[in-house]
């Protein structure tokens, strides 16, 4: 007797199966329940009140600058690490690379438990009471250490990908450092950099873990609004999702997130 | 059809197949099923509440248990009889731990001694109504479940509950446990609705709690405070909580004094509450306590939803964020064990958790530390009643769970089962007793009695309204430490007639309301934004937009127009590329 042959297709249909069921399928049932009332009739109330709502709107605004601040302070730390690690001849300079990524490992919800406690502690220091109120401050914070990593890697194994010849080439041709930087690393990191930007930028619109522990939940950040809405009405809760869902692909398609060139977004993990 | 199709039809169906099997699995044909849906830590799980009624009644001499279900009662002592620990092995699998069993398979053990039919809890837990509430409408298939008063309320107008059978109320049936034991209290509370204006199912009858529910667990929301506070040194403030309590009542939600050290609940229901409370303490103060309708008049106004209300109500939650340290959900016992907060608006059980806790000398992760005491204060313009009760959702009747339903609250209902919950959670129990059982599990727990001289003189401590009803002749009492009595775990635990009688429970939105009041939280919990932000940000997002609009298509659009006719341009290799 011969064993079944598998062709590529029929390899495939567990993984169709998967994506219709899984991906598909609740995706229309968000839109489903985004654009229908109570009794399921086809409503555009959510919409319009969504819109016209300042509380959502200067709720997706903040989350959004939350968000950019979290990326940019985590751009502004990780690079300079990434850049010297790659850079560096350190026999084990991986051991670094992974202290830094070892947070991960560890549950979510006990880091920042902790880091809530560092901050009571703190703030029992004398000159240090502000930190009790510095809601936005404490979320930031929280949001940049988780994220970190996130942003780390990707640029740790773009800048590691650079010939080393081109930087020869450039100091032969009696480049400094800054023009060797400008010319050379900086625009052959910025793969790096988007797909950090990215990894970094939306999760942290929607993690409200950390602004509920962190914030003492007086800081709200859209995913804290979905999931409230979830409770009791899930049309307008499916609503804030889909207007979020929309925010973030438009945000990945326009920093060439679906391009395939020179991706390197979620090959370093 | 060709092979090749017929093996990926097949390994579709193996990819299938164990879903399938998951969803039939559940019944044979012998044991019964009892899906069983509750709050998380509501029950006794073995360990902690077991010795309790065995401090309380002594057993006979041959070892024998007086209880009625109560073989296994105490797992050091020889109750745990050889034929307890086989069918315990036979049945759950595995041997009895160390930490005793668990109140549900004293369930299955009990019910199939007396029911002559083996039985099997499916156990599960939520965290909030809501997420409840959710399952139920999804469709998924319990028997019994534990919702709060309101829910109960909104699940018994939507037609989603079956009503108890008349035979569960038969008093003179001795094997009808809840009907014996509840509090009449509790009964009188459950026959009037608390108060509430009677709603309607949908088959236009009135509804009342007690037809569909019977109760669990009861309390009040009032302070946890810390009645001397200190600064990181561990110097003492000299504030004096317990005056500006007395003083402001409701209004230290938004008062200087406790601010950033005050927290309110993260959920619209108890933090609209308690804003209804800051916002028309004076009104509340100023009803006629001795009049007929008092509980009328006081439960109105702390279930206003009208559009007049949530307007006056806004204002005043906005100085509450403004004022708190924080809106918790699980934060708020361990950031007053540590000192953080001076206050922290809380459900009587939580309250006692967290002074027992304080009072232990541990945070909650079992660290020994230097903690202050913590008190218990009730709001004096009125507060909120609260209870848990067991419902069955529509269909337990076809599926033939019923009985076994009311099987399993009746077994709760046994006063010994009441205790062993009750000191579990921490939450007071909805049972009295026949004989007021509880009453020894209160004396057990708050009886005073001093022997040295110099120690204060024991409070009588009435608890006639919970034993014997509100309008009973007859009087029950324990004797209490004063401080108990005012402001500690047995003021929490089992509140003053006069705590009760300032209480309003609390009705369920309707569909209208809802979104008023959803509305409403959400502009507390965001911040507000003037209109020139929204201008500056919809002027960025259009910037950024045509910046990456711009950058993506430019090479797409074509400089200095079409080429001649005859010539195409060719593409500029990407110097950059490497």
Redesign the interface.
Known sequence: MRLPRFSRKTLCIPYAVFLVFFVIIPMLVIVLFAFTDKEYHISFDNFIHFFSDPSKLSTIFYSIVIALITTVICLLIAYPIAYILARSTMKKKYIILMLFVLPMWINFVLRVNAIRELFNLLSALPGMEWIESANYFKTVFGMVYDFLPFMILPLYTTMLKIEKSLYEASADLGAGWSATFFRITLPLSVPGIMSGVTMVFLPSMTNYVVSDMLGNAKVTIIGKFISDYFGNDWHMGSMIALVLLIVVFLSTWLTGGFSSEENVRGTNL | MKP?RI??IA??AA??LPTLSLLTGCTDGETIVLRVYNWEEYIDEGGKGTFIYDELHELDDEGEPVLENGKHVHIESDIVDDDYKAWYEETVGHALSEEGPRILDDFCEWYERTHGQKIRVEYSTFG?N??M??EIILGNEYDLLCPSDYMIMKLAAEGRLEKYDASFFDETDPENYYVRNVSPFIAEKFATNGGLKVRKDPDGEDIYWKDYAAGYMWGTTGFVYNPAPKD?AGNPIGIDVEGLLEELDWRVFTDGNFR?KITAK?NVRDTYFAALGVTYQDELNALDRSAEDYTEQLTAIFNATDAETVAEVEPVLMDM?KN??????D?GKSDMV?G?VWLNYAWSGDAVYALDLAESGETEDGEEEETALLNYYVPEAGTNLFFDGWVMPKGVTERGTKEAAEAFVNFLSMPQNAMRNSYYIGYTSVISGEEQEMLDYADYLYGYYPEEEDEAEPVDYDLTYFFLGEGSEERISIPADPVQATCRQLYAQFPTPEVISRCAVMDYYD?EA??KI??L???V?????DAW??IV?AVTVAA??AF??FA?FEEKIEIGGKPKKGYTRIKQEDP?R?
């Open positions: 090749r093996a990926s390994l579709a990819f299938l909030t809501e997420d509430y959710n990181a950033n993260d964020k708190v340290y924080s809106f918790e959900t934060t540590k953080t569909a809802s979104l959803n509305e939280w959400s502009h919990k965001s911040e507000s934004l932000a929204i940000l950024i937009l990456f609009l993506k950059n490497l």
